[in-house]
């Protein structure tokens, strides 16, 4: 922490020229790294500086630099689903890391509204951050194409459809294919899925991979869609399934968080987990260790994902040009006791 | 969603200026709201400004205007507890809700280290934002005397001994004496505690609380004090409690999050709650009906106080004198059946 001088109010660039006896003009090319000013002008004016406690407006300074040294993380989703999944949050930190490392501040802002996009595309083009990370993009995302037309250094996680920018992401298929086909493994008969967030590719593409699991034993009755990767989602999920599949004894949540609801909902119940029903989720957050039993599940590395976004963003903000096809990040099938 | 032209470039104030045949100069004028513009340029700017498709540079006007229409949400706590806790999740949503109607940008920030402080601190100089709403400030908190010497409108959620700024907070001291007195009541007889965050004016005050409560049968061996209100602090100080005090009835956790790595504990040692232990909470969090039993806790209206900070920044952004005693909200004791 560098020592801050006590004063009541910040000092001016006019209280620096009067200082050194020199015009304002003077003081600021000083401030802004400008030639032309004589030797015995830019001593007096450093000693002004010191002796005023005068501290350059960074906003003023930025206009010339065309730096603000924030980045913007970006969340669309609903407020209390921002504070709620650990998934997010491990994402936040990741990202947050990369950003500190390289002295960047990183200002995160969720998304949750029309109005809260007029605002956000706002904030955006008013040249307040260098670049943004970007989650949970849906599909034709307003934000996003604000993004695009300003031109801004960004990356993704996830890759919407149409994704002209960065991004990096997983192999959402392929990771909810193995999962599914473990669960099928352990000898289950009528496996059903909770699919979430359908107006997302990961959504999508987790319900894709349990579909291409099962084959031709698909059974579309045995899906069920909600809206939201919530646990309060999971819920309301497992009662629709089990109303019309009681006899259900396997279970794909498409995220950790939707898995422990329906865990709840089938404790309620009265059934086991496993014996009764086997149960896996998808993300390895937070959520799969403190659910009883622990959740099989797929680790997805969060904060390995939020750190790739950041420092794709920083690349790019040092003028280096994105990977067109983004980044893919390997996740793996846990194992614990819920299947 | 304004219709956003189709283009590769942001257009410039030159590019303005050469469309409606005026200097630079006279289009800053009329973007500033200037007076001393002949109608016809101003007409000829206007009709320039929408064909080339210029959006004002908000940081350049912002200079003019000194105002950036964000707030800041700083949160001081480890980068994971601002990711894991409910309570300060809840905060940040009631915040962003009143911030939000006021059409503000909230931008958070969590502060986690030495170097992010200074961070923030230059982040806060450089005028990007018009006013902080603060989070777990410590007991003179670097952030804190930054604030205080920009003279930013800020709101402090808690009341760190000898801050000057606004701020909102609830009765700690009550409100934990008065949730004891109710564990008391239900006849436990070795009474333990688990504290956290003796560096912040609300962990001070909750083992306040709780010795008021026990008067003359307070023993401060039953008291573990851990560094901060999260599970697994939870689970370590019920793993130190228990080793010295394996005959305790009842304990009081500084929070949900905190009384919900006890309760993990307890259940472990194969201890049962409420029969063998009674537990009580404290902030009514999503934990507190997530745990198995649900907690008997403190409600404290987590979004109310953000939303009590947020109204009083705006309030000091439009000029008014924020409340020199701070706003102090109401708090009740929720009986479920931890205890």
């Known amino acids: 922490m560098p020592e801050i001088p006590a004063r009541r109010k910040r000092a001016t660039v006019h209280d620096v020229a009067v200082e050194a006896g020199v015009s304002r003009g003077t003081v600021s090319r000083v401030v802004n790294g400008e030639r032309y000013v004589s030797d ?38 609903p407020g209390p689903l921002f504070v709620e999944d650990p998934n997010i949050g491990e994402i936040l930190l990741g990202a947050n890391a990369a950003l500190s490392d390289a002295d960047y501040q990183m200002a995160s802002i969720v998304v949750d509204s029309e109005r809260d996009t007029e605002r956000v595309a706002r904030f955006l083009r008013g040249g307040f951050v260098d670049g943004v990370v970007m989650v949970s993009a849906r599909t034709n995302d307003p934000i996003t194409r604000v993004i695009e037309q300003l031109e801004l250094p960004a990356a993704f996680v996830g890759h ?139 680790r997805q590395p969060a904060a390995g994902l939020g750190r790739a976004a950041a420092l794709s963003v920083l690349a790019q903000i040092r003028g280096e040009k994105p990977a067109v096809d983004g980044i893919m990040v390997e996740t793996s099938v846990v194992w614990r006791e819920s299947a």
Do not use: C
């Not at 002004?48 to 350059?56: E, L, T």
């Not at 630099?65 to 669309?76: E, K």
């Not at 309060?232 to 396997?250: E, I, K, Q, T, Y």
């Open 160 to 298: 919407p459809p149409g994704l002209t920018a960065a991004w990096v992401g997983i192999d959402n298929v392929g990771s909810a294919r193995a999962v599914t086909e473990q669960l099928i493994a352990t000898g289950r008969r009528r496996i059903g899925m909770i699919a979430a967030a359908l107006d997302r590719d990961s959504g999508v593409d987790r319900l894709q991979g349990f579909t291409d699991a099962l084959g031709d034993r698909f059974d579309a009755d045995l899906v069920e869609s909600v809206p939201l990767y919530s646990y309060s989602a999971g819920v309301d999920g497992m009662r629709a399934l089990l109303a019309r599949h009681p006899d259900l004894d396997g279970l794909f949540a498409a995220s950790d968080a939707v898995a422990a609801g329906a865990l709840e909902t089938l404790r309620e119940a009265g059934l086991r987990v496993p014996e009764d029903v086997g149960v896996v989720g998808f993300d390895d957050s937070a959520w799969a260790t403190r659910t009883h039993p622990p959740l099989s599940t797929v």
């Open 40 to 77: 015995e002008a830019r001593k007096a004016i450093e000693a002004a500086i010191v002796k005023v406690g005068y501290v350059p407006n960074t906003a003023a300074r930025n206009l010339v630099m065309q730096r603000t040294q924030a980045v913007a993380f970006i969340v669309h989703e």
